[in-house]
């Protein structure tokens, strides 16, 4: 991540994310999630900053790295075999406008306390532009940004997940796993 984004540190989430379709025999497995089949952005204003936050935990240069610029990236990549059932789809960052998204609450309960996680949706704008890679291999990674505090930039990629029907009724349900990682530059 360094060498590619040219950060001078970079901290990964201590989690992942493993996500099976809803073709899966592995579907709402204990420990996997499904893919998100809404336009969304997975770290808000708020979110973003915190999550930055709380991956660094007790580093004594954590204020001081915070006050500079970061970014928040997802590292995603296909499990299954090609060609996917569900394949993940972005959205050119430059072609979506502030405006264009909305904050929104995930609200995931769990046994010992409901946990509330503040996201961006997109609303629809013909000037969105999406892309999506078919038939993904394993071997092949995507690397977005989730958060950025550079307003100069492209600050987030929209994503979601859609049924691709080019893959056809005996494609391989999808499986895939992402990696969350924050990024720190001077």
């Known amino acids: 991540m360094r060498a590619v984004t040219g950060a001078h540190k970079v901290v990964a989430s201590k989690t992942w994310v493993h996500r099976h379709s809803d073709r899966s025999k592995r579907f709402g497995e204990a420990g996997t999630t499904?893919?998100?089949?809404?336009?969304?952005?997975?770290?808000?204003?708020?979110?973003?900053?915190?999550?930055?936050?709380?991956?660094?935990?007790?580093?004594p240069d954590a204020e001081a790295l915070l006050r500079g610029r970061f970014a928040i990236f997802n590292l995603?990549?296909?499990?299954?075999?090609?060609?996917?059932?569900?394949?993940?789809?972005?959205?050119?960052?430059?072609?979506?406008?502030?405006?264009?998204?909305?904050?929104?609450?995930?609200?995931?309960?769990?046994?010992?306390?409901?946990?509330?996680?503040?996201?961006?949706?997109v609303?629809?704008?013909p000037r969105h532009r999406w892309v999506y890679f078919s038939d993904m291999h394993r071997d092949e990674l995507l690397l977005f940004r989730g958060y950025d505090t550079d307003p100069g930039r492209s600050r987030r990629v929209p994503h979601t997940a859609f049924d691709d029907p080019s893959a056809g009724d005996d494609a391989p349900p999808r499986e895939s796993i992402d990696i969350r990682c924050v990024a720190f530059f001077d």
């Open 76 to 121: 995603w990549r296909a499990l299954s075999p090609p060609p996917q059932d569900c394949p993940l789809c972005m959205a050119d960052a430059t072609t979506v406008e502030a405006h264009d998204l909305v904050v929104s609450h995930i609200v995931l309960p769990a046994p010992d306390r409901e946990m509330r996680i503040q996201t961006n949706m």
């Open 123 to 125: 609303a629809f704008n």
């Open 34 to 59: 499904y893919p998100g089949r809404y336009a969304h952005i997975d770290y808000s204003d708020e979110s973003g900053p915190a999550a930055a936050r709380q991956w660094l935990g007790e580093d």
